[in-house]
């Protein structure tokens, strides 16, 4: 097997030259010409499945369903990011005209567009080779947007990570985009050192907490700090009411087990804690559902080593039991565990810290009140799940408003694995959850994090962009506020 080169210093200086020197005419294109060059990568990528997914399984461990529905996710988001083009309103232009008798003064001409913020640099991550990898979110939403990208290769799927990039890079240049829309380097000190280039104007990322945060702190450190759109961390709890266990108590443990073992536990939706009520009576059941799954290889043997030492961490705790002991050899069985509130809280320092596998916690809770004060112990997640039955509004409601506080998404009566990709998703929450809770890196709000606001203030017709010109050649919706 070849083994990929990472970026010499030069190439990546020559890359990030590129970049800057595409920004300013990528970014000019109007929405329409770039949804079709967005739309050129989807079918390049779809054309190229039965090359791509027999790749990704050799150096992923993934299974070949898996990876197809992957891909099919990665084309479905690009072509989704193409529609929010052609619809022109992710642009948000404001025309707001002088007004002489405006009630604090006289008003000027003012308009108000959203542009590209510039080359951004992205970081694929290691568990969605394709979904949050090369052709990702990240890199769809930065395309869309009109800024060039520079991917900073994942070391856990190189080839697949240079073969994607290198059909994304022809699909583009073929449907028309400049020189330098996009770039795919490899090296853990090339995306270091890319961070810092004042060439890079904004920068996202998926994968651990440490990680993420050294690279955070690099972009803040910078003699001009940018946006880091960091995805790091998250337990993603879920509670029960004592009513929800018992009107269908084995159809939450077998959802729970499904949704914590599935993809071995490598996805950042996995709930790693289920609050049950001390008299739940379902251990049984996990017991049984936990030991019927089947094992898998971890991604890579980082992680494996990484989920190795955080299992043992975490069931070395005093007062934490073990249901199912699982297996980390040559391929990994859920480990299911069980404890209470006041054993969580004692050593939270280590059982509120994400397990990346085919781990979970079981936390019992003997009132109301102790599991609202369980669910105000968290830092900030991705997701928070309440399973509730009609009778218990109250208790339902207070623990909702205490997880709206500490997650991005809010589910009732479901399991987070699964994320849609859709207008209305949030993936994304406080921190540790991710760098910025106010964006989304799922979903076509995704786009925003690309784009930065300008207002124009009595500048002529002749001199304002497209979207802010009285003719509106780009035909995009416009809010126009006139006097009255």
């Known amino acids: 097997m070849t083994e990929i080169p990472d970026t010499t210093p030069a190439e990546l200086e020559t890359a990030l030259q590129r970049a800057a020197d595409a920004a300013e005419a990528f970014g000019a294109q109007s929405p329409a010409t770039r949804a079709g060059q967005v739309r050129a990568v989807a079918d390049a990528l779809d054309a190229a499945a039965g090359e791509l997914i027999p790749l990704a399984m050799e150096e992923s461990r993934l299974s070949e369903g898996r990876l197809t529905g992957e891909l099919k996710r990665t084309t479905f988001q690009l072509r989704l990011f193409a529609d929010v083009l052609d619809d022109g309103g992710y642009l948000q232009?404001?025309?707001?005209?002088?007004?002489?008798?405006?009630?604090l003064g006289a008003k000027p001409d003012l308009r108000r567009v959203l542009v590209p913020v510039g080359?951004?640099?992205?970081?694929?991550?290691?568990?969605?080779?394709?979904?949050?990898?090369?052709?990702?979110?990240?890199?769809a939403s930065a395309l869309a947007a009109?800024?060039?990208?520079?991917?900073?290769?994942?070391?856990?799927?190189?080839?697949?990570?240079?073969?994607?990039?290198?059909?994304?890079?022809?699909?583009?240049a073929q449907s028309g985009a400049p020189d330098g829309a996009f770039q795919v380097v490899l090296g853990f000190e090339t995306g270091t050192v890319a961070l810092r280039d004042p060439r890079i104007k904004a920068a996202a990322f998926t994968g651990s907490v440490p990680a993420g945060r050294a690279l955070f702190d690099i972009a803040n450190s910078r003699p001009s700090p940018i946006p880091f759109f960091g995805e790091l961390g998250s337990l993603n709890p879920v509670f029960a009411t004592p009513n929800a266990?018992?009107?269908?108590?084995?159809?939450?443990?077998?959802?729970?087990?499904?949704?914590?073992?599935?993809?071995?536990?490598?996805?950042?939706?996995?709930?790693?804690?289920?609050?049950?009520?001390?008299?739940?009576?379902?251990?049984?059941?996990?017991?049984?559902?936990?030991?019927?799954?089947?094992?898998?290889?971890?991604?890579?043997?980082r992680l494996h080593e990484g989920y190795c030492s955080r299992r043992a961490a975490v069931t070395e705790v005093p007062g934490v039991r073990v249901l199912v002991e699982g297996s980390v050899d040559d391929g990994a069985t859920p480990t299911l565990l069980s404890t209470d509130?006041?054993?969580?809280?004692?050593?939270?320092?280590?059982?509120?810290?994400?397990?990346?596998g085919p781990l979970s916690i079981v936390v019992t809770y003997s009132s109301e009140d102790e599991a609202r004060r369980a669910a105000e112990a968290f830092d900030g997640n991705l997701t928070a799940t309440v399973h509730a039955e009609d009778d218990d509004a109250?208790?339902?409601?207070?623990?909702?408003?205490?997880?709206?506080?500490?997650?991005?998404?809010?589910?009732?009566?479901?399991?987070?694995?699964?994320?849609?990709?859709?207008?209305?998703?949030?993936?994304?929450?406080p921190y540790p959850a991710t760098t910025d809770a106010r964006f989304t890196s799922v979903g076509t709000a995704a786009i925003?994090?690309?784009?930065?606001?300008?207002?124009?203030?009595?500048?002529?017709?002749?001199?304002?962009?497209?979207?802010?010109?009285?003719?509106?050649?780009?035909?995009?919706?416009?809010?126009?506020?006139?006097?009255?």
Not at 119 to 139: I, K, Q, R, Y
Not at 150 to 172: D, Y
Not at 246 to 259: D, F, L, N, Q
Not at 453 to 481: I, K
């Open 93 to 103: 232009a404001t025309v707001d005209s002088a007004d002489p008798d405006f009630p």
């Open 119 to 139: 080359p951004v640099l992205v970081f694929a991550a290691s568990n969605f080779p394709f979904a949050f990898s090369v052709a990702g979110g990240d890199t």
């Open 146 to 172: 009109g800024c060039p990208v520079v991917l900073k290769a994942h070391p856990g799927h190189p080839r697949l990570s240079v073969r994607t990039g290198e059909i994304i890079t022809k699909a583009l």
């Open 245 to 301: 266990v018992r009107a269908r108590g084995e159809e939450i443990a077998k959802g729970y087990v499904t949704s914590y073992s599935g993809n071995a536990g490598q996805l950042c939706t996995k709930p790693g804690l289920l609050f049950l009520p001390a008299d739940h009576g379902l251990d049984e059941v996990l017991t049984a559902e936990s030991k019927a799954v089947a094992a898998h290889r971890l991604l890579n043997d």
């Open 341 to 356: 509130v006041d054993t969580l809280l004692e050593h939270r320092e280590t059982l509120l810290e994400e397990v990346f």
């Open 394 to 429: 109250e208790f339902a409601a207070s623990l909702v408003r205490r997880l709206r506080d500490r997650a991005g998404r809010v589910l009732f009566n479901g399991w987070p694995t699964g994320v849609a990709v859709s207008p209305a998703m949030q993936h994304g929450g």
């Open 448 to 484: 925003d994090r690309f784009l930065r606001p300008v207002t124009y203030q009595n500048v002529p017709q002749a001199l304002l962009p497209e979207p802010l010109r009285d003719d509106n050649p780009w035909g995009v919706p416009q809010t126009r506020h006139t006097p009255k």
